[in-house]
């Protein structure tokens, strides 16, 4: 996943996903857990995605 998706999913900056992904910074548990889910039951990212498009600002469209 592109660091860019990872921190729109997430809820932070895209330094700070290129940050855990590098391992510059250790990824917060809640986030670890959260990818993990994503890999074992693929709706755990369809509804990820339904809840980011939904409650947050989608910067994919206005850029």
């Keep these: 996943m592109p660091a860019r998706d990872l921190a729109r999913c997430c809820g932070a900056s895209e ?3 290129i940050d855990w992904l590098s391992g510059k910074e250790d ?9 993990r889910l994503w890999l074992k039951f693929e709706p ?6 339904a809840w ?3 409650v947050c600002r989608d910067q994919r469209r206005e850029g």
Excluded at 27 to 35: F, K, M, Q, W, Y
Excluded at 44 to 49: F, G, N, Q, V
């Design 15 to 17: 330094q700070r996903a």
């Design 27 to 35: 990824i917060p548990p809640h986030i670890d857990l959260l990818t």
């Design 52 to 54: 980011v498009d939904e």
């Design 44 to 49: 755990a990212m369809d509804e990820t995605d």
